[in-house]
């Protein structure tokens, strides 16, 4: 080997060395470092990019430990966390007694009780591309009229009402769903529903009720689209969308953006849901769309992590505590905002449901 | 595999050899696989959809009858793949004449390379190619047609603004069907015999016209048979048409249009991953329809070519 050969090799040696030495000092992961073996989650595919952060970080801090993370999607991911087959889940809606898939995940966790509590909060953007209209802003009978196909033109006179003083062209509008079934789709219908229930009258759904739209996949293929079309509107992660204008949207008498601490907010102003959470280790919210609180974004999606707290293996239940106590950390939180574009929860929230991770028994 | 206890090879000798007997033992293996795999495919398939068949419509996805779920994804798969079909097969044809018939021969091989490449990309490379180059390139065009053809159900409009529309994404199944389809054709028509092509230029006919009289009517169940081919593979594609097509599950000839029916294989793409329960049953069910419909053509493929060439 030259000697330029080695001098590259030992460069790169210490680059990386350098580079782990500092993923290492950014994160301070939770776990004592005596932690080891291995546990495996499935479900949400929005939370993917929160949960390879936090799984690259936690392993980093704590090196026995594998944790993988199949973004099956939400419904695969009950399905398996209610079939024994991973130790933790995500979840983009609470379980629920429809399909019986909360009598499921109880049975799963006996002896021990259910745990589920929100981790992942995403703003979920109204995104358009309209040349030349900048600061669009839109009420929630607007917005439902728009995605219901009423409103076909952007010059419509409700459009013009809710920015005035902004010329509008009268470019035909062509609303843009996603093509999949998604909890995105999902929490924005279930917005347009309560909101304005009299433009919007279909139930929510993750499967697009509106037929005759424009449909793509996935939250990269809304933003292409809408990117593609002039006249576009679409809806997408706040995160992903990138140089495509984004709409403010009415509450109250104000108009607010897709910010992360207009999201977080929404949280607070909710009511836990009685009905649902059931365990007293399980914290799922009725969502208050219609608040009309100040500096609060109501288009949200908000995923859980479901655990049990008991677990055959007393090393595998300290994993999956540690792990959850990690992700709902104000670090967790952080490096998710950083990877996933998501809103950190608050401190008040997490303290409201920093029992039901506490509750895992890890034996001893 | 019978055959081979009466082979002039085993007969030769008292006993049939001990390589024989390990051959056609792993021959009779490798078939008896096939079967047994497509089997329990087809066993899969039904056992899973079962449920979604007895189930009332009420407990299925959208509360609509299986039958109602199905059609329009149906009528969308044979959609796609009709347009690609009957866009593929004269342009295979075209290309495979030419490098068997027109094309100079130094530049043969180098063409059939590039022809057979297009079967080495990805379908989801094909997929991005449509959203990003083709579909954007062709709302011009769907503009004209809309404007200047609006009459027919075909090119009613209003034109699609992003260009991912039916159209499009039966122009990208063309371009991935082509290769197998001309491949198929250009292995026959160059075996044309080569008495018939020099009986007929002899006999004064043009090179057009000993093409028409002489190498179709030899290659004609081969196209059939290269069509089908093609087509079994339009109609079971994937990821293309799942990134492409904007889909609305409705039922219409219009190919222009930003609402446009999915396909089978694209919608469970598409709507498996959050699927749980009945809902997965239902999309199995569709999946065996797509088994159906795919069955039948190559049972149709296989009659037609069998009936072809005696001529």
Not at chain 1, 3 to 19: D, I, K, P, T, Y
Not at chain 2, 66 to 93: C, E, N, Q, R, S
């Amino acid at each position: 080997m030259s000697l330029s050969r080695w001098l590259a090799v030992v460069v790169s040696v210490a680059v990386l060395a350098v580079g782990v030495a500092a993923c290492g000092s950014s994160s301070e992961g939770g776990g004592s470092g005596e932690l080891s073996g291995q546990i495996a989650g499935a479900g949400s595919s929005a939370q993917q990019a929160a949960q390879e952060a936090w799984i690259a970080n936690f392993e980093n801090e704590n090196s026995g430990v594998t944790i993988s993370y199949d973004p099956v999607g939400s419904g695969g991911g009950r399905e398996q966390f209610i079939a024994g087959g991973t130790a933790y889940g995500g979840s983009d809606t609470p379980l629920n007694e429809d399909e019986g898939e909360l009598k499921g995940a109880m049975e799963r966790c006996k002896p021990g009780e259910l745990v589920e509590i929100p981790d992942y909060i995403s703003p979920i953007a109204i995104v358009y591309n309209l040349p030349g209209v900048e600061g669009l802003q839109l009420s929630p009978d607007t917005l439902a009229a728009i995605f219901n196909q009423e409103i076909t033109s952007w010059d419509d006179k409700a459009i013009a009402a809710d920015n005035p003083g902004v010329e509008l062209p009268s470019t035909r509008i062509v609303p843009v769903n996603r093509s999949d079934e998604s909890g995105t789709t999902e929490n924005f219908t279930d917005y347009l529903y309560k909101v304005a229930p009299e433009v919007w009258t279909h139930e929510p759904s993750g499967d697009w009720p509106v037929k005759g739209g424009e449909a793509a996949q996935g939250t990269s293929g809304v933003v292409e689209a809408v990117n593609a079309g002039e006249g576009a509107i679409g809806y997408a992660d706040a995160s992903q969308a990138g140089e495509l204008g984004v709409a403010k949207i009415k509450v109250g008498s104000e108009y607010v953006g897709p910010t992360a601490e207009a999201a977080a907010k929404i949280l607070e102003e909710s009511p836990e849901d009685r009905e649902i959470s059931k365990g007293k280790d399980v914290f799922a919210f009725e969502l208050d769309r219609k608040t009309e609180s100040q500096g609060t974004y109501p288009i949200v999606l908000v995923s859980s992590l479901m655990a049990c707290t008991k677990y055959d293996s007393s090393g595998e239940a300290a994993i999956v505590k540690a792990y959850l106590e990690y992700a709902i950390s104000p670090e967790g939180q952080e490096a998710a905002a950083e990877n996933a574009g998501s809103a950190p929860l608050s401190d008040s929230l997490r303290e409201q449901i920093m029992p039901a991770v506490e509750a895992i028994e890890t034996g001893s | 595999m019978k055959a081979t206890g009466v082979s002039p090879l085993a007969a030769a000798g008292p006993r049939r050899r001990w390589g024989d007997r390990v051959f056609s033992n792993l021959a009779l293996a490798a078939g008896v696989t096939i079967l047994a795999l497509l089997a329990g495919v087809a066993l899969f398939l039904v056992i899973e959809s079962l449920p979604a068949i007895g189930a009332a419509p009420s407990e299925l996805p959208d509360g609509k009858s299986l039958v109602d779920y199905i059609a329009p994804l149906a009528f969308g798969t044979v959609l796609a793949a009709a347009i690609a079909i009957l866009l593929a097969v004269p342009l295979a044809v075209a290309v495979a004449l030419f490098i068997t018939h027109v094309a100079p021969r130094r530049i043969v091989g180098a063409l059939s390379f590039l022809v057979d490449l297009l079967a080495a990309i990805p379908s989801i490379i094909y997929g991005l190619w449509g959203i990003f180059v083709l579909g954007p390139a062709a709302v011009p065009a769907m503009r004209w047609l809309e404007e200047n053809l609006g009459f027919l159900p075909f090119f009613q409009g209003p034109a699609s603004v992003t260009g991912r529309t039916m159209l499009v994404a039966g122009l990208v199944l063309t371009v991935m069907i082509l290769p197998i389809v001309s491949a198929v054709c250009r292995e026959v028509f160059s075996q044309t015999p080569r008495k018939l092509q020099e009986g007929a230029l002899a006999l004064g006919a043009t090179r057009w016209e000993m093409i028409r009289m002489t190498v179709l009517p030899f290659g004609r169940s081969s196209i059939v048979g290269g069509a089908m081919l093609g087509l079994g593979r339009a109609l079971g594609e994937t990821m293309a048409v799942t990134i492409i097509l904007s889909v609305s599950g409705i039922v219409t000839f219009n190919l222009i249009s930003q609402a446009n029916p999915s396909t089978i294989a694209a919608n469970i793409a598409l709507d498996f991953p959050e699927s749980s329960g009945l809902a997965v049953n239902t999309l199995i069910a569709s999946g065996l329809v797509l088994f159906a419909i795919t069955l039948v053509t190559n049972l149709a493929a296989r009659a037609i070519v069998a009936r072809g060439p005696a001529r």
